[in-house]
Every structure is written in structure tokens, then in C-alpha cells.
């Protein structure tokens, strides 16, 4: 079997992989590149083979980097199935459509521009459209199951415990007496809401993420009071809090945070904004989704009638009229809004209003690749650019990485050394070049696995 890489070798965004043998070609994953301008080029290079000829898409969850290419796949002629889990294609069906809006918004920004130049309109990557066209090809499957595809493959969806719907993808290869597993993206043990990752016992190949493959998160028991203390200390300044999120899986997280915070504090004076469309859907979805997916923790609060992801003083803004009086409130807030990397989406407009205020904070509780507005401003920039303005940064800034979704260093190792056997190869994906060569340094050396960073583009025969 021969697997070429075609994203998120040696960075952390486009995830893509290509497996073909004689009789059947399978992708993992068709995600969407994000950062700087040189990076999203890659959104429109071809697939080294026909997209016609690909039997089977395997999705492992629903965030963008993960799944934002499908539409764009769909519209160039893939005509196979697409292999999720049940709450992966329900994610999928409200984000795919909102990122092709954003394609759509991005691409008339852009044309309006080029036209004043006398250049000619700028196609959006894909359309709303092609989105709600893509869903057609998913087929939901249950974790723990193994499904045949063929003579040669059969596969298997286990619970990575990243966001609802997570899955690690085990692969048999009957022709080659060979196993692969893809880890997808691996969430921390013991995060709200969500079960934890499960443990496979043994594989030939293994290609694991390493996003936070060279550091150690905060402890989460201080996490609560790190929020709150943000929230008491800006408040007393007359400040607001603003919260950069992505819409599924960290939003639903924190309001789980939130609502222990401010209910373990008889805090009911506190407003929280959730101002995401995308949010509010992937919130019904994950209470819809509650006896599947929830942890033990999660199932006990419900059956106390407490709702883990709804509080005194919370409220949803579903309009962009809604999200625009935010703007001028009389009384300091929090408000959570996506897109978690601030390159997109409602969080730039509080930015825009907030960034400047000395007063005012932004707390960053997720990953933020490198060319994000968000990694500018976490690295300290003084003066960012937002709708073409130049925007001072005054707002104290904070990160607390504990909300991060995938798992640190040690829960990666952790996970790895489960396998009961050594692989014949680990590849380390999903990881900027040095954090990714870091991960593979430290398996070599502690786990004594022969892990190799693969580049963008290149080819292996398995």
C-alpha cells in the first residue's frame, strides 16, 4: 500500500492523506489549510490522482482543518462515500455550509477590490451550495464496528475523545498482512462533557498528531479560578472579556467551565454572550447527542437537572444586528465568538471594538497556527490589522492552553505507549515542522520507535 501525504506534514492545518493499492484509493481526511497566504494556496492544488477514482473518503471529525476541502472535492468530481461517525456528519452539515459563507463573503470582498483595480472577479473556493451538495456522499457509522470496503480494507471508528463525534481510524490491509491507524486529533483525559480517548492495542503504521507534541498544558484544576479572577479583574475595570472559540467542541467546553465558575460563585450578575450561529447549532447538536457521546460526569449532571451547558446570565445572539449591540453594552461582558484563530468570523469585530481598551481582555483557550491573527496577537504584536484598520494592542492578553482540545505531550506519549507491540513506523503528522521533529525525537529516544515528520507532498510504500 502506498500513503501520500497531503497536508498537515510538518504543520498543523490541511489534514490529507492518500492510500491506494491495486484495487481501491481511500483518503483520510480532506482539511482545509489556514494561516498565512502562502499556506491557504494550497486549498487549490490538485490531488495527484483523478477524484473520480476515489472509493472512500474516511473523516475522522468535523473540525475544518480536518473536513473544510469535502465541498471543494465533491464539486471536482468525487463521486464516492464519506465514512464519519454519526455526530461528525451532523457537525459537518452546519459547518461545511457556514465556511462555504464565508468563502462566498471573503471572495466578493475580494472582487470588489480587484474590480476598482481592473482585475478580473475572484471565485470563491466553494459555495453554499456545494456544501449542502457535499452531504449527500456521508454515510454515518457507529464507533467499534469494522466495516468492509473491500476484499483488501476493512476499517474501524474508535473514540478519540477530541470533540463529539472524534474518531481514531484503524485500517486493515488484507493484501499486504498490514494495519494502519490514524490517530486523528486525540483530546485530553478527563475533559468535560466528551469520553476520553480510547487505547488501540497494536498496528504495523501508525500516523499520530503532534500539536502539542513539545509542551506540558496547565493544570486544569486552576483553570476555573484563573477564568474567574480574568473575569473579576476586568469587570472591576469596566472592561469586557472577549473570547476567541471555536464553535464547536471548545465553545460548548468552556460553557461547561462557565457554568461551574459562575454557579459555584452564586455569580448570577454575570453576562455571557455566545455570539456564533455556528455555536448555538453545535450546541443543539450536542445536547441532542447527550446518551452516545457524553462522559459519566456529563449524564450525572442532567440527571441532577443541571444543564452542563446553560447558566444564569448566558445569552445567544443568533443576528448579526444581535452581534453589533454588543458593541455598546453599558455593562462589561464575556463574550465567546468564533472563528477560535480570529481569522474569521464575528470575533474580529470584537476585537476591532475591544483590542484597543486597556480595560478589556482577551483570554486565548485554543491553538493558534502560525500566520493567524490570533498567533500575532498572542505573540506580542502591538499593532494588528483588522477590516484594513490598524488596530493598537492595549487589551491584556491571556492563554489558558488547559481548554486545549488535544492532548500535550505526555497524553500523546501516553496514548503510544498503550500499543502493545512496536510499529515497524510512526509517522508524525498534524504538528509544526520543529514541534512535530521534537515528538518524533522524544519516541525514538523514550519509546524507542522509529518515527519519521513527513514533508508535504511525499510518498511512502507501506
Not at 197 to 215: C, K, L, M, N, Q
Amino acid at each position: 500500500m502506498k500513503v501520500t501525504f497531503l497536508g498537515a506534514a510538518r504543520m498543523v492545518t490541511g489534514s490529507c492523506y492518500l492510500l491506494e493499492n491495486k484495487n481501491i484509493k481511500v483518503l483520510v481526511d480532506c482539511g482545509m489549510f489556514q494561516g498565512g497566504k502562502e499556506e491557504e494556496k494550497n486549498n487549490f492544488m490538485d490531488l495527484p490522482v483523478s477524484l473520480s477514482d476515489i472509493d472512500y473518503l474516511l473523516l475522522t471529525h468535523a473540525h475544518i482543518d480536518h473536513s473544510g476541502r469535502i465541498p471543494l472535492l465533491c464539486k471536482r468530481g468525487f463521486k464516492g462515500k464519506i465514512l464519519s461517525t454519526k455526530a461528525t456528519a451532523d457537525l459537518c452539515s452546519i459547518m461545511l455550509p457556514d465556511s462555504a459563507h464565508i468563502q462566498e463573503m471573503e471572495a466578493e470582498w475580494a472582487t470588489r477590490k480587484a474590480m476598482r483595480a481592473g482585475r478580473p472577479p475572484v471565485e470563491p473556493l466553494y459555495t453554499i451550495a456545494d456544501a449542502e451538495y457535499a452531504m449527500q456522499f456521508f454515510e454515518p457509522v457507529p464507533y467499534n464496528d469494522i466495516i468492509r470496503l473491500n476484499d483488501d480494507i476493512s476499517v474501524r471508528f474508535q473514540d478519540a475523545g477530541h470533540i463529539l463525534g472524534s474518531a481514531i481510524i484503524e485500517i486493515w490491509n488484507a493484501e499486504d498482512d498490514i494495519k494502519l491507524v490514524f490517530s486523528g486529533d486525540l483530546g485530553n483525559r478527563n475533559q468535560p462533557i466528551i469520553k476520553d480517548p480510547s487505547f488501540i492495542d497494536d498496528a504495523d503504521y501508525i500516523f499520530v498528531e503532534s500539536t502539542y507534541g513539545d509542551r506540558l498544558h496547565q493544570d486544569k484544576s486552576y483553570r476555573a479560578h484563573m477564568l474567574w479572577d480574568i473575569i473579576q479583574d476586568t469587570f472591576g475595570k469596566g472592561g469586557n472579556v472577549i473570547i476567541p472559540a471555536f464553535a464547536i467542541g471548545r465553545t460548548q467546553e468552556l460553557l461547561y467551565e462557565l457554568n461551574t465558575v459562575i454557579e459555584g460563585n452564586n455569580a448570577e450578575n454575570i453576562s455571557v454572550y455566545i455570539d456564533s450561529p455556528l455555536a448555538i447549532k453545535a450546541t443543539e447538536i450536542f445536547k441532542r447527542d447527550v446518551h452516545e457521546y457524553y462522559d459519566s460526569d456529563a449524564l450525572k449532571l442532567l440527571s441532577n437537572r443541571d444543564d452542563p451547558l446553560d447558566f444564569p446570565g448566558l445569552a445567544f445572539t443568533l443576528t448579526a444586528e444581535e452581534s453589533k449591540q454588543l458593541n455598546f453594552l453599558n455593562h462589561s461582558a464575556v463574550i465567546i465568538a468564533a472563528s477560535g484563530m480570529c481569522d474569521a468570523g464575528r470575533i474580529r469585530h470584537h476585537l476591532k471594538h475591544n483590542l484597543w481598551r486597556p480595560e478589556s481582555s482577551v483570554v486565548f483557550i485554543g491553538y493558534q497556527a502560525a500566520g493567524t491573527l490570533g498567533r500575532r496577537i498572542l505573540d506580542g504584536a502591538k499593532m494588528v490589522k483588522i477590516f484594513g484598520e490598524d488596530i493598537a494592542v492595549k487589551a491584556r492578553i491571556y492563554s489558558i492552553d488547559s481548554f486545549s482540545a488535544h492532548a500535550d505531550k505526555n497524553g500523546l506519549i501516553d496514548w503510544m505507549r498503550h500499543f502493545k507491540n512496536k510499529p515497524k513506523q510512526v509517522f508524525v503528522i498534524h504538528g509544526e515542522d520543529d514541534v512535530a521533529s521534537a515528538f518524533a525525537a522524544t519516541l525514538n529516544s523514550e519509546l524507542d520507535m522509529h518515527a519519521t515528520v513527513p514533508y508535504l507532498g511525499q510518498a511512502y510504500e507501506l
